[in-house]
């Protein structure tokens, strides 16, 4: 009985943390789900976890979280993409519930658990083929306190106490170390109410500046929309056209130009009409090529000196912008040679809109630290998510999305302007707040007047820093309950 009760905690536990993600944003929930798993993984009457089971515990863990959030992956690519990512991704959770269920048998396991949940947080972010940190727990807590942590240490940090929290919490279930479970999950959740102060600085603001987020939407969903990339354009140009106010910057999603301006003429006039039109820079999202291959690219045209200052995608998506072992993946799926062989860029993320200097973080960029960290150290005084969702449909993959854009603008103390192909373009202050979002398949502009910042957070400069003394601990504390727990057994036996 107590097995399948253990099972079943594992598999509501990942339940919990998928209800924490957007669109539902319930963050409380993650905190619930980690304190959950940590209860399942936790010692019964004296009975250690055995760390096979434990194993076991944390796969279906992560299997439930990922099976309910990546649907999205397979929506018009099948069923096996998708499943095959949430497998792979669950593979990681085997070290969560192996070092879990060892740690869990300290007596203040519960403060050393979130560390190590941090570090194969990060080992799934940075592997393999670049990792996948679209599956991180910061996420979840966008809407909550602990977001505000944030610009102190990234994501990584807000991990962490979401993680303490939930575990202080299971602490207090176990009631053997209830007065410090307290104490830790007080303290934590007024860290993150603390951490909120210095969040949305306006003493750092340099300007302001006017900006347009288009959204011009496609003709209609699927992955055919390729086909129609002339149609897309058109729809831009049209939706850049009816701008009725002046602005000082226009921003185009991803792929807004899916025909390059450069080879094709008559591309390359729509996209001049629409400049001339707005009589202001805008960052229109291409695909170019050089002497290395194919980039996808956000480059800035202006009114007066053409095409200026570009952003070649440097974090690109395996399995959709190039494929990795593509010989090998074509037995398995006929979607294989649908993905891309783009290159990826070199630059630093950087590009200079008028007098602006513009951060770009492109889509799939978003969800990784140093690509937005290192445009603001580059100089960037906003920030930009030119994005293309139209292939995901109506899936909650825009939303999940939209989170990672504003744990961004607080991390870095900067607005994000979010323009999507088909939704949702969003508004974003560098609280994190959304003042304006569009509906999902709708033609929309956004426009508003943003600050302008110069602050360098502690987490642009030293976030990367946080999060290897994080993962540190956490994999020295996994390694010495796993000696513990060796040394007892060999104890007990003899």
């Known amino acids: 009985m107590i097995v399948f009760l253990k099972v079943l905690g594992a598999a509501v536990s990942g339940l919990l943390v998928y209800t924490s993600h957007e669109p539902f944003g319930w963050w409380i929930t993650g905190i619930l789900g980690i304190g959950v798993l940590f209860l399942t993984l936790s010692p019964h009457r004296g009975r250690p976890v055995g760390l096979w089971f434990g194993a076991l515990l944390g796969f279906i863990h992560g299997l439930v979280q990922y099976l309910l959030l990546l649907p999205w992956i397979g929506e018009f690519v099948g069923n096996l993409p998708y499943i095959a990512l949430a497998v792979v991704c669950s593979v990681s959770a085997l070290a969560t519930g192996a070092g879990g269920a060892a740690i869990a048998r300290w007596r203040y396991g519960f403060l050393a658990f979130p560390f190590l949940y941090v570090a194969v947080e990060f080992v799934r972010s940075s592997w393999p083929f670049g990792g996948f940190a679209w599956v991180r727990l910061a996420w979840g807590q966008i809407n909550g306190p602990l977001a505000d942590l944030a610009h102190l240490g990234g994501p ?58 288009i959204q011009g939407n496609v003709p209609r969903m699927g992955l055919d929309f390729n086909a129609q990339r002339r149609a897309v354009l058109a729809n831009h140009v049209r939706e850049t056209e009816k701008l009725a106010e002046d602005v000082d910057l226009v921003f185009w999603p991803e792929n807004s130009s899916d025909v390059n301006p450069f080879t094709d003429e008559s591309a390359g006039q729509l996209v001049n ?101 290192d445009a603001v150290l580059g100089g960037a005084q906003i920030l930009t998510t030119p994005t293309n969702n139209a292939t995901f449909g109506f899936t909650d993959m825009t939303y999940q999305q939209l989170a990672m854009s504003r744990m961004r603008a607080i991390e870095l103390d900067r607005a994000v302007v979010v323009p999507a192909t088909s939704g949702v373009s969003a508004i974003v202050h560098p609280d994190g707040s959304v003042s304006q979002r569009t509906e999902i398949f709708t033609a929309d502009t956004l426009v508003e007047e943003l600050p302008l910042r110069d602050s360098i957070t502690f987490a642009a400069r030293y976030g990367s820093v946080v999060q290897v003394i994080l993962v540190v601990l956490g994999v020295v504390s996994a390694l010495a309950a796993l000696w513990t727990t060796r040394q007892s057994q060999r104890g007990a036996r003899r």
């Open 273 to 373: 009409q629409a400049v001339q039109a707005a009589d202001a820079p805008i960052m229109v999202g291409t695909i170019t090529r050089d002497e290395v291959g194919d980039r996808n690219t956000m480059i800035v045209m202006d009114p007066e000196t053409g095409p200026g200052e570009y952003h070649n995608k440097i974090y690109l998506q395996p399995f959709g912008e190039y494929m990795p072992y593509r010989e090998f993946f074509r037995n398995f799926s006929s979607y294989v040679d649908a993905a891309g062989d783009f290159k990826p860029g070199d630059g630093g993320g950087v590009v200079q809109m008028g007098d602006v200097a513009v951060g770009v973080a492109t889509c799939y960029e978003v969800g990784f630290d140093a690509a937005a960290r």
């Open 156 to 213: 990584a940090l807000v991990t962490l106490a979401a993680a303490l929290v939930g575990c202080g919490l299971a602490a207090i279930v176990l009631r053997q170390n209830w007065r410090s479970g307290t104490a830790v999950a007080v303290a934590v959740l007024l860290a993150g109410l603390a951490a909120g102060i210095p969040v949305n600085n306006s003493e750092h603001t340099t300007g302001t500046v006017k900006v347009a987020a």
